[in-house]
């Protein structure tokens, strides 16, 4: 059983693994948008926008409806949003021990010279 829920992680991480699709998905944190808005946020080619979306519905992580001739794009289950949450706050604590460290290390330079 360990082995099928290890595939689906390393195939849903790999779906996140872009820029783009995680723009793509906190775009969509404010409701659903149609391939043309997603196409104006990512300011790429707009075959780019079409492949994301493609990587995004294959993983399950988007859903697409079509009203007319527009299709609009939402995400497939909220919980995505909890885990771009948990990166964002992974990356501040990086960011947060990081500084932490240049401030000790210029501490240190300050002292060895005397300042």
Do not use: C, W
Request: glycine letters at 6%.
């Amino acid at each position: 059983m360990r082995q099928p829920l290890r595939r689906f992680k390393a195939d849903f991480f790999k779906a996140l693994a872009h820029p783009g699709r995680i723009k793509i998905l906190e775009s969509l944190r404010d409701g659903e948008k149609t391939v043309t808005e997603i196409q104006a946020l990512l300011d790429d080619e707009p075959a780019s926008a079409s492949q994301h979306l493609a990587v995004l519905r294959m993983k399950d992580l988007v859903v697409g409806r079509k009203e007319g001739t527009s299709v609009y794009y939402s995400v497939a289950d909220p919980l995505i949003f909890d885990i771009l949450n948990a990166a964002r706050e992974l990356f501040n604590n990086h960011v947060t021990h990081a500084q932490a460290m240049l401030d000790e290390e210029e501490a240190l330079a300050g002292t060895a010279s005397g300042r």
